[in-house]
């Protein structure tokens, strides 16, 4: 059974870097069948697509975000990593990682994280 569980602060201060974890047991990051992406949640707003890590590395991100964020990945612990600089409030969401079988955009995300509550508060 594939989980992908999230870590990471839940209260970041402005103009700091925002830093989330997502651990993937049941199935390695590294494959190329799979996708890995980030998506958040603003309170009373929709889903917002961040950005994407591919099995081969290579990453895509939000126009909107794309000066500011950063997704990586750690083989050997089998873990995806999001980082979001010089967050505002405005960031304030709830974040998800979430698996995408390939090709990309052709069905839902099968597994998602538990979602973690990140506000943006001094």
């Known amino acids: 059974q594939v989980q992908l569980q999230q870590s990471g602060p839940g209260l970041v201060k402005p103009s700091q870097t925002l830093s989330l974890t997502c651990t993937v047991s049941g199935g390695s990051i590294a494959t190329s069948y799979y996708a890995w992406n980030w998506i958040r949640q603003p309170p009373g707003k929709g889903l917002e697509w961040m950005g994407v890590l591919a099995g081969d590395g290579s990453t895509y991100y939000s126009p909107s975000l794309k000066s500011r964020i950063s997704i990586s990945r750690d083989t050997s612990k089998n873990q995806l990593s999001l980082q979001l600089t010089s967050v505002t409030p405005e960031d304030t969401a709830v974040y998800y990682c979430?698996?995408?079988?390939?090709?990309?955009?052709?069905?839902?995300?099968?597994?998602w994280g538990q979602g973690t509550q990140v506000t943006v508060s001094s």
């Open positions: 979430a698996r995408e079988v390939l090709p990309r955009m052709t069905r839902p995300y099968d597994y």
